[in-house]
């Protein structure tokens, strides 16, 4: 009787704790996170959705893909979706373009500290921080998935 009252209590307990507390990241967030962090140093491919090779959105959505999460393929598409935010939180989307257009060219995946993770031409699947003289002044705006 007790081992079945403690499964019980251990089964509901896992309903209540399934969803993340207000200001943490999602489990899928660190799913997707961890993901990418596994594919660091892989090539740049443009087109690439592959540990043999990634771009940027390439990347994202590969990383949210494992994660249980399916995202559009181009880093435009990927920023129609979610929530905009303005404060960051691990597994947010950052995007990026040339000149302030509207529209995204460039997509990274913020992982804490003022870190990005992202497949850029120059350095494969690497960081930047988010203050780089490279993408600050290309910075659009930031999505919550």
């Known amino acids: 009787m007790?081992?079945?009252?403690?499964t019980t209590a251990m089964i509901a307990g896992l309903c209540f704790t399934a969803?993340?507390?207000k200001g943490e990241a999602a489990t899928y967030h660190i799913k997707a996170?961890?993901?990418a962090k596994s594919?660091?140093?892989v090539p740049y491919k443009y087109g690439g959705i592959s540990?043999?090779?990634?771009?940027?959105?390439?990347?994202i959505k590969y990383a949210y893909a494992k994660a249980g999460k399916t995202l559009?393929?181009?880093a435009a598409e990927m920023q129609k979706k979610g929530k905009?935010?303005?404060a960051y939180q691990s597994g947010d989307l950052l995007f990026y373009a040339p000149n302030k257009a509207s529209k995204a060219t460039h997509v990274g995946m913020y992982v804490s500290g003022g870190n990005v993770i992202n497949a850029s031409s120059s350095k494969g699947v690497s960081y930047f921080k988010t203050n780089n003289?490279?993408?600050?002044?290309?910075?659009i705006g930031a999505k919550r998935i």
């Open 84 to 86: 905009t935010v303005t």
């Open 2 to 6: 007790f081992k079945k009252i403690i």
């Open 72 to 74: 559009p393929r181009t």
């Open 51 to 59: 540990p043999t090779g990634f771009d940027c959105s390439g990347l």
């Open 19 to 21: 969803a993340p507390e």
């Open 39 to 41: 594919n660091l140093g």
């Open 33 to 35: 996170i961890n993901v």
């Open 133 to 139: 003289r490279y993408w600050k002044p290309q910075f």
